[in-house]
């Protein structure tokens, strides 16, 4: 996939050489702003207080309100983050359908200047399916066109008998399989059977649906004898079964899932052999290559895998979306606490004296420290708020990215704010404590 292909790429000296030049404008910009503010302070003195600036307060409110927009800033990336994460948690953990441990496929090319037509291909195909019945270990053996978790497509005008809708043109995924292909991949039947070698001929035009699709094209009453053709020049096909429906990177559940037996006058230019077998795969993955290559050495390999490797593939993205916003989360959210504990310990820092008067008039300590956490939280809350109204907008673009999830996910959300406001009380409990062991005589002698 192009997300492993990322394994290969590497950096030059011209991609070093731009990213210090990107980190050095970036502390210049990120710098202008507190340069800009020493450099316009206005200050005075002449009081028994000592020096006072007068801009303080302004500069309190820029301070809450950049602190604000971190807060923001790293809820949405803690909401997109923890969309994926639980995205990425129901792909590796949902019921795919099929069994694929143990289980070996091999695709071959048959390119048509040595294998012209079907009867050609099945003349290579064949002997190969059947040497590999003889392996050690191996208990299933079939053949398909296409194999999930990869899974593909095909184009037809689907027809059911006595539909009042006209057919139209639709994409339907499941393929073009032998018999023992649901006994190989351990799919379920759940109603009727599957196919056996006598469904090959032609004659027969038997079919198997899934349950999904069983239930949108035959809401009513079981499918198992219903007729339907792919082509509105084909005879009808009688559906002989309903098999589980089965995850592939092709499937949707707005389109239909459909199995086709294997004739003589369908080997593809490309077959996949599926081997299952209950010992060594990396053992029954050599012997299938001595086995193409004793057939005939001239045919290429095209894919040998396992498709419990092909799951993990299907897996990739959504990890790797996960993992990198993740990675951004954590980044905010460090940053978030890291500002929020600044503005206040230096706030605090700021009201030494005004904390030293209060307790010097009486004021509880503890009440003291309640402030300056009281201050924090309404930072975090603020911020909160305004994260995830941005959210409510831009969320929308991860839609796309998210399985069994909606980008408003309440569970989510109200998780991430959780989160956040704990972190942002967590910030400002050193400044807190700092502030309750002010001592009142310190304080004033240090400014007096």
Do not use: C
């Amino acid at each position: 996939t192009d997300i492993q292909a990322l394994a290969f790429v590497r950096a030059g000296g011209l991609t070093y050489a731009a990213s210090f030049a990107l980190a050095i404008l970036t502390g210049l910009v990120v710098g202008a702003l507190p340069a800009w503010a020493a450099a316009n302070v206005a200050v005075w003195s002449g009081r028994a207080d000592g020096v006072r600036v007068a801009g303080d307060a302004r500069g309190r409110v820029v301070r809450r309100m950049l602190n604000v927009a971190e807060v923001a800033l790293a809820l949405m990336l803690l909401a997109g983050a923890g969309l994926l994460l639980r995205t990425y948690m129901q792909l590796a953990s949902r019921d795919l359908g099929f069994d694929p441990s143990g289980t070996v496929a091999v695709e071959v090319e048959l390119g048509r200047a040595r294998f012209p037509d079907a009867a050609s291909r099945r003349a290579f195909v064949e002997p190969l399916a059947a040497a590999a019945r003889q392996l050690p270990d191996v208990t299933h053996v079939a053949l398909s066109v296409i194999v999930p978790p990869r899974g593909g497509l095909f184009f037809t005008v689907l027809e059911t008998e006595g539909s009042a809708a006209p057919a139209e043109q639709t994409g339907f995924d499941g393929g073009i399989v032998s018999a023992g292909f649901f006994d190989t991949l351990r799919v379920p039947i759940v109603e009727g059977r599957g196919f056996v070698e006598a469904d090959a001929r032609e004659s027969q035009r038997v079919i198997v649906v899934s349950k999904r699709t069983a239930a949108m094209l035959w809401p009513n009453g079981s499918a198992v004898g219903r007729r339907l053709r792919l082509d509105p020049s084909d005879p009808w096909s009688t559906v002989i079964g309903v098999a589980a429906d089965v995850t592939s990177q092709s499937s949707s559940r707005d389109r239909p899932q459909i199995y086709v037996p294997l004739t003589p006058h369908q080997y593809d230019e490309a077959p996949t052999l599926i081997v299952r077998t209950a010992g060594d795969v990396d053992a029954v993955i050599a012997a299938l290559r001595g086995q193409v290559a004793a057939i005939d050495p001239r045919v290429a390999i095209s894919s040998i895998r396992t498709l419990d490797a092909d799951v993990r593939g299907m897996n990739v993205r959504p990890r790797f979306n996960a993992l990198l916003l993740g990675l951004l989360a954590a980044i905010g959210l460090v940053l978030a606490v890291t500002g929020i504990y600044g503005v206040i310990n230096y706030s605090v820092g700021l009201r030494t004296r005004e904390l030293g008067v209060r307790v010097a008039l009486g004021a509880s300590p503890a009440a003291l420290g309640r402030s300056v956490i009281r201050e924090a939280a309404l930072v975090g809350t603020a911020g909160v708020a305004v994260g995830l109204g941005l959210w409510l907008i831009v969320g929308k673009g991860l839609a796309s990215l998210l399985v069994g999830l909606g980008s408003t996910d309440v569970s989510t959300l109200a998780a991430v704010s959780a989160i956040l406001l704990a972190a942002t009380v967590l910030a400002a409990w050193l400044p807190a404590r700092r502030a309750v062991r002010i001592d009142p005589v310190d304080a004033l002698r240090a400014e007096g």
